[in-house]
Nanobody
Framework: QVQLVESGGGLVQAGGSLRLSCAAS????????MGWYRQAPGKQRELVAG???????NYADSVKGRFTISRDNARNTVYLQMNSLKPEDTAVYYC????????WGQGTQVTVSS
């Protein structure tokens, strides 16, 4: 079955960096467009970054220039490098396909202190 396992979250001060990882199994990862999503308390889940099977990327305006999504098809893993973190980036971060079709993992908590 499909399994998405996110890791790499934590507590960081504003201006700091974190690198999230998402290991996927049960899917043909190399041909899957993938995305990183986040959900803050009381808010809807939102897509923050996407990457196609060919490596093209897109970002939400709120993270453009600060976050970088990448993928390693040999490892079935998608990454999110987050720099210049802000308190408003605090959320649980999830990965999924670009259209959110797979069962959601447990996510990884990112907390940015001011």
């Amino acid at each position: 079955q499909v399994q998405l396992v996110e890791s790499g979250g934590g507590l960081v001060q504003a201006g700091g960096s974190l690198r999230l990882s998402c290991a996927a199994s049960g899917i043909i990862f190399s041909i899957s467009a993938m995305g990183w999503y986040r959900q803050a308390p009381g808010k809807q889940r939102e897509l923050v970054a996407g990457i196609t099977s060919g490596g093209s990327t897109n970002y939400a305006d709120s993270v453009k220039g600060r976050f970088t999504i990448s993928r390693d098809n040999a490892r079935n893993t998608v990454y999110l490098q987050m720099n210049s973190l802000k308190p408003e980036d605090t959320a649980v971060y999830y990965c999924n396909s670009r259209n959110g079709r797979y069962p959601w993992g447990q996510g990884t908590q990112v907390t940015v202190s001011s």
